[in-house]
């Protein structure tokens, strides 16, 4: 289960992150997890809740959005949004087309407070 490195990573960077800022108490987290990243949001909310510890982080909410894929064909400059894999241009029907989002795990926020 990679979920758990991904948490002790995040939870690594929002430690450095209210170091830097002088945030003593974190409220919420906000990540954006890729439709298309092979990350479980259910298993990412375990693990935040099984390792997550200290005063830091004793009452903070992991909230997770879901980034869906977007596509852009190479042809006819065509971007589109779609939950599913896609290999044909929704416009031109090319299979010249890339992905652009949709595989990115994103760290959006960190609501806290300072002493």
Do not use: W
Request: glycine share 6%.
């Amino acid at each position: 289960m990679h979920e758990v490195a991904i948490i002790e990573e995040l939870i690594a960077t929002v430690n450095e992150e209210c170091q830097k800022n002088k945030i003593d108490k974190v409220n919420v987290i906000k990540l954006g997890v890729g439709r298309l990243s092979g990350i479980v949001p259910h298993a990412l909310e375990f693990g935040f809740t099984a390792i997550k510890n200290g005063p830091l982080l004793e009452h903070c909410n992991l909230i997770i959005s879901e980034i869906k894929p977007v596509y852009s064909c190479n042809d006819c400059k065509f971007s589109f949004s779609t939950n599913e894999l896609c290999y044909t241009c929704q416009n031109c029907e090319s299979r010249n087309v890339r992905l652009v989002e949709g595989e990115d795990l994103i760290l959006e926020c960190i609501e806290g407070k300072g002493a």
